[in-house]
């Protein structure tokens, strides 16, 4: 319960300050890459693959950012904060896709034979992806923070150009 809380408390502060971010760095090259794919209609399958994909980039570009902020820092209890607030964005990220997850179930029947919607697993994946982001644009935003002389722009570590749909495809034949 406890952890609950301070997730809670690190995603109220993250989300305040994370919707001017969003916008602010929102020409980033992770949403860039899977606008497309994101926004378009597609089947069960293709949605949970992509928002998978989604997600999954959101999280390495966390570590990275968590990683290169990180390396700043010369002293271990420095270092293990941002380690913790790294830790906290991946149990939040979980909780968040769990609780969407509930908005397309059957909430009336007991949660270990709940039934839950066709679009549950992309919607969850997709929610985890947000809290991901949100939390990296923070650590972006913060990237040059204990150096304010330092004129260098973050450096993405994503670099892909969304989903080749013609190799899922083929695939998953």
């Not at 700043?72 to 939040?92: G, H």
Request: proline content about 2%; overall charge negative.
């Amino acid at each position: 319960m406890k952890k609950i809380i301070l997730c809670m408390a690190l995603w109220a502060m993250t989300l305040l300050g994370g919707v001017a971010q969003a916008q602010e760095l929102s020409d980033n090259p992770i949403d860039q890459a899977f606008a497309a794919d994101l926004n378009t209609g597609r089947s069960t399958y293709e949605l949970n693959y992509v928002t998978s994909e989604y997600c999954k980039a959101w999280k390495a570009e966390l570590e990275h950012a968590g990683g290169i902020i990180k390396g700043r820092y010369v002293f271990d209890a420095d270092k293990e904060k941002i380690d913790a607030y790294v830790a906290a964005v991946q149990q939040l990220s979980k909780v968040a896709g769990d609780v969407e997850r509930l908005n397309w179930s059957d909430t009336t029947m007991e949660p270990a034979g709940r039934h839950v919607g066709t679009g549950a697993t992309s919607a969850g994946l997709l929610a985890q992806a947000r809290t991901y982001k949100e939390a990296t644009l923070f650590l972006i935003q913060t990237y040059g923070g204990n150096n304010p002389e330092e004129k260098a722009a973050y450096q993405y570590l994503y670099a892909g150009q969304g989903i080749d749909w013609a190799a899922v495809r083929k695939a998953a034949q």
